[in-house]
Nanobody, 128 residues
Framework: QVQLVESGGGLVQTGGSLRLSCAAS????????MAWFRQAPGKEREFVATISSGGEITQYEDSVKGRFTIPRDNAKNTVYLQMNSPEPADTAVYYC?????????????????????WGRGTQVTVSS
């Protein structure tokens, strides 16, 4: 069992930066692929970024490429979402998710149904 707790959300202006954190419980964090999803009001949950268990592979949704990064620190059981130059369209509740199946290697990392554990989310609001 893995428990995920997101933090770091809040209000940020366009052109600023924000770093989200997702702290995981348990000793097996380094065996999980990790991802960030987001959900805006009235919209479906969408994939943002993922990182493999060892950190060697990352993938990003097209609209955040070049602006967001997803580093992880296995020694701290934490994955981050570094949001640079956020835009109002990035406003959403951001969720982190853990994957035990290596989704990033199978090309299925953008499907939320494949993830085993989820946090409760943290709100990010980007003002123009």
């Amino acid at each position: 069992q893995v428990q995920l707790v997101e933090s770091g959300g809040g209000l940020v202006q366009t052109g600023g930066s924000l770093r989200l954190s997702c702290a995981a419980s348990g000793r097996t964090f380094s065996t999980y692929g990790m991802a960030w999803f987001r959900q805006a009001p009235g919209k479906e949950r969408e994939f943002v970024a993922t990182i493999s268990s060892g950190g060697e592979i990352t993938q990003y949704e097209d609209s955040v490429k070049g602006r967001f990064t997803i580093p992880r620190d296995n020694a701290k059981n934490t994955v981050y979402l570094q949001m640079n130059s956020p835009e109002p369209a990035d406003t959403a509740v951001y969720y982190c998710a853990a994957d035990a199946s290596g989704l990033v290697y199978s090309g299925l990392c953008s499907d939320a149904r494949g993830y085993d554990y989820w946090g409760r989310g943290t709100q990010v609001t980007v003002s123009s």
